[in-house]
C-alpha cells in the first residue's frame, strides 16, 4: 500500500497551509489530502488516491473540499443585456485586461478574481459566484468565458446575433468551435485499443487504468473526431461546452443560479454541464462568432490553480477524481 489511513500524519514540506505567528503549526487532514492531490508529483497523487478504499469515500472528500477565496469586480455596469462573467487569478493581469479593453470591451463584465496563493481554489464556485452576481440585473443573457482568450471576431458580431435570439426558447449558444470549446463530442466507453496503447506508455498510465477501475470509471466525453475513435466508442453525440459559452438568463434561472456542480474539483464540470444539456434535451443554437483560446496561460505553472492545466501524467491522475464523480452522476440518471 502506498499509503494509509495509519499513515494520514504530516509531512510538513508538501503542506501549503499559510504560516501563523506560532513555532508549531498543525495541520488538518483535508490540508494533507489537498496537498498531495494538487501536487505535481505523480507519486503524491497516488498517495492521495491510495487513503479512499472507494469511490463513495473520494466523493465525500470532494463534496467537503472547500471552495477558496473570492472577490467581484465589476465594470460597465450599466449595460445589461448581456453579462460576461469572467472568472480570473488577476483582475489586472494581462489576460483580464485583454477581456475588460479588447475581446468584451463595452460589455457588462464580472471578474471573479480568486488571487494568488488559493490552496483550495474551486472553479465551478468562482463561475457560479458570478452567475450569481449577473442574475442580480435580469439580463437576457449571460457569457462564460475564460479570461485566457483572444479576439478573432468583434464583441458586436455576438451582440447582434444574441439579440436576435429568444431566450425564452433557446437556453445555450454555442459560438463557432475550437479545440477548448463549442466543438462536436461524445459520450463514449473505451474500446480495448485504450487499454492496449496505455500499457505501452509505462507504468503511471498503467496506475491511470487501476485508479479507474477501482473507482468505477466507465463513461467518457471525447471529441468526435480523429484519433479519438480509434480509443473510444460512441454511446451518443453532445456539444463540448469548454472555456466560452452562453446561457439564457432564463436557463441559469431554472437551475436555482447554480449552473456548474461544485463538487467537481477544476475539471469536469463543464462535460457534467455538456451532458446535462444533451440528456434533458436542453435547446440550444449555434452562432457564428469566433473566439479563440490559449488554454490555461493565464494561471501559470507554478500557482495551486495553475497545476490543474499542466499537461501529463499529474492532471491526468487528478482528473480521474472528477471522471469517478461524474461516473456517479450518469450511473445515478441510469437507474
Known amino acids: 500500500m502506498i499509503f494509509g489511513k495509519q499513515d494520514a500524519g504530516i509531512k510538513s514540506s508538501l503542506l501549503h497551509c499559510p504560516v501563523e505567528k506560532f513555532d508549531r503549526l498543525f495541520f488538518s487532514l483535508m490540508d494533507h489530502l489537498n496537498n498531495l492531490f494538487t501536487s505535481n508529483d505523480p507519486e503524491d497523487i497516488l498517495k492521495f488516491y491510495d487513503y479512499f478504499d472507494n469511490v463513495d469515500q473520494l466523493i465525500k472528500w470532494m463534496r467537503e473540499r472547500p471552495k477558496g477565496n473570492h472577490r467581484i469586480i465589476e465594470f460597465n455596469k450599466e449595460n445589461n443585456d448581456i453579462i460576461v462573467v469572467i472568472p480570473t487569478m488577476d483582475v489586472n493581469g494581462k489576460f483580464a485586461l485583454a477581456c475588460k479593453n479588447d475581446i468584451f470591451n463595452g460589455l457588462h463584465i ?88 496505455f500499457s505501452f506508455l509505462g507504468k503511471l498510465r498503467k496506475y491511470q487504468l487501476i485508479l479507474e477501475k477501482k473507482y468505477k470509471v466507465r463513461y467518457f466525453i471525447s471529441p468526435k473526431k480523429g484519433s479519438y475513435r480509434l ?59 469566433s473566439i479563440g483560446d490559449y488554454f490555461g496561460s493565464s494561471l501559470g505553472k507554478n500557482t495551486p490553480q495553475g497545476l490543474r492545466y499542466l499537461k501529463g501524467t499529474p492532471r491526468r491522475l487528478r482528473d480521474v477524481a472528477n471522471m469517478a464523480y461524474f461516473n456517479s452522476k450518469i450511473n445515478f440518471k441510469s437507474n
Open 231 to 289: 480509443f473510444f466508442r460512441k454511446i451518443f453525440s453532445l456539444e463540448a461546452v469548454g472555456n466560452f459559452c452562453i446561457f439564457s438568463s432564463n436557463f441559469i434561472r431554472e437551475l436555482d443560479n447554480y449552473l456548474l456542480d461544485e463538487t467537481y474539483i477544476n475539471g469536469g464540470e463543464d462535460l457534467d454541464l455538456a451532458l446535462k444539456i444533451a440528456f434533458d434535451k436542453i435547446s440550444y443554437s449555434r452562432v457564428e462568432f
Open 110 to 197: 464580472i471578474f471573479v478574481e480568486s488571487g494568488y496563493n488559493n490552496y483550495y481554489f474551486n472553479y465551478a464556485h468562482n463561475c457560479n459566484a458570478g452567475i450569481k452576481k449577473a442574475m442580480e440585473y435580469s439580463p437576457k443573457w449571460i457569457v462564460l468565458s475564460n479570461d485566457d482568450m483572444y479576439k478573432i471576431d468583434d464583441i458586436t458580431i455576438l451582440k447582434e446575433k444574441l439579440l436576435t435570439l429568444n431566450n425564452n426558447i433557446i437556453k445555450v449558444v454555442f459560438g463557432s468551435p475550437t479545440n477548448y470549446h463549442s466543438y462536436p463530442a461524445m459520450l463514449s466507453f473505451p474500446r480495448l485499443s485504450r487499454y492496449i496503447l
